[in-house]
Structures are given as C-alpha cells and as structure tokens.
T-cell receptor, first 115, second 114 residues
C-alpha cells in the first residue's frame, strides 16, 4: 500500500463547477497535510495546509481533514480553466527505518476544467 | 535569497558521466529536501537535511547518488556514472524548521542523460 494515494485522473469538470480532489494516507501518526498545485513543466506550489480535523477555507479553496478515516480532500469552488493542473497531496509521514518524518507526496490528480 | 535557487536549470549529459546539481535554499530555512520527478510521474523523495542532524538518505535510489550540505545552507546532489533512467527533474525544497512546516520548491534542474 502506498503511503499517500490519489486517483491519477484526469478529473474533468465544467467551468464554474466544484472540483473535489481526494487523498488517503496510511500513517495514522501523520500530523500535517498539504495540497500543492503543479502546472505542466513547472515546480509544485503550495495551495493550502491543514493540521486539524474539519474544514479550512481560503478563497475558492477548502481543505477537509478526517484523521479517523485518514482522508484529506481539496474542494475548488467556481472552477476556472486556469485551475487545470496536477494537484499533489503531501503528508508528514514517519520514515519507517529512521523514525524521522519526511514529507511524502502522492502521485497527483490531474484536473481539467472545461470552458 | 527570495526563493529556492537551483542550478543548472537544464543539463544534458552523456551516459556514464558524473553530474552535480546545486541548491541554495531560502535564507534562514534549516530544512532542505531533494525530490526527483520523472516525466508524468509523482514526486520521489531522495534525501532530507535538517539543521546539523545526520541527513535522512533513505530515498536515495542507489549508491551512485549522494548529497551534501555545507555550512547548513547550500546543498549539492551528485549523480555518478549517470544512466538514462536518471533523466528527470530534480527538485530542491526548503522549509523553516522541519517537515511539519510548509516546504517551498525551487524551479528544478532538468537532467537528460543521452
């Protein structure tokens, strides 16, 4: 089982719709959760981070965290064509052998917003 | 500097040659990461430096890969005897404290082994 799992997509939504991106993780001890956006040929850029159960809103973006279900999601309201990108979920996970924690990324979900 | 700086931005090298990739993290950031991303793939963790602690090298794919961080700032990732499967973009990132904090990426070094 991968430490951080995402559906690779593509997820296609019409302009103005809500895009829902999901991520599950395996390490119950994880404490920090991040969403990054990566445009083709570019490096990842941070969208949001969340540490506590519940919802966190920032403009059109809402991150949702459920630690009991080991599930984190990103909602994008009023999706725009410029939101078309790959969205990477990242989790602060324990490194098995050393016990130290490194940020582990999922493989990303490709979002396509259709004009 | 204002952001994470990486060099070279692009590198084409012949199979079997050694390459060095450099990363200059955001000033004051104590944690530094190297990731690798092959075309169309996710981010693969390589190595993590945190302050003066021993680096976490658990992600390095083979002994051809090594990295060092001098003076707690600039880092160099070295790939010896490059192979075609090493072709990827190598991303450096830094954060203020440890991995529980937001990490910021550089623009990457695109490596092509021919």
């Amino acid at each position: 089982q991968k430490e951080v799992e995402q559906n690779s997509g593509p997820l296609s939504v019409p302009e103005g719709a809500i895009a829902s991106l999901n991520c599950t993780y395996s390490d119950r001890g994880s404490q920090s959760f991040f969403w990054y956006r990566q445009y083709s040929g570019k490096s990842p850029e941070l969208i949001m981070f969340i540490y506590s159960n519940g919802d966190k809103e920032d403009g059109r973006f809402t991150a949702q965290l459920n630690k009991a279900s080991q599930y984190v999601s990103l909602l994008i309201r009023d999706s725009q064509p410029s939101d078309s990108a790959t969205y990477l979920c990242a989790v602060n996970s324990a490194v098995r052998d050393t016990g130290r924690r490194a940020l582990t990324f999922g493989s990303g979900t490709r979002l396509q917003v259709q004009p | 500097g204002a952001g994470v700086s990486q060099s070279p931005s692009n590198k084409v090298t012949e199979k079997g040659k050694d390459v060095e990739l450099r990363c200059d993290p955001i000033s004051g950031h104590t944690a530094l990461y190297w990731y690798r991303q092959s075309l169309g793939q996710g981010l693969e963790f390589l190595i993590y430096f945190q302050g003066n602690s021993a680096p976490d090298k658990s992600g390095l794919p083979s002994d051809r890969f090594s990295a060092e961080r001098t003076g707690g700032s600039v880092s160099t990732l070295t790939i010896q005897r490059t192979q075609q499967e090493d072709s990827a973009v190598y991303l450096c990132a830094s954060s203020l404290l440890g991995s529980g904090n937001t990490i910021y990426f550089g623009e990457g070094s695109w490596l092509t082994v021919v």
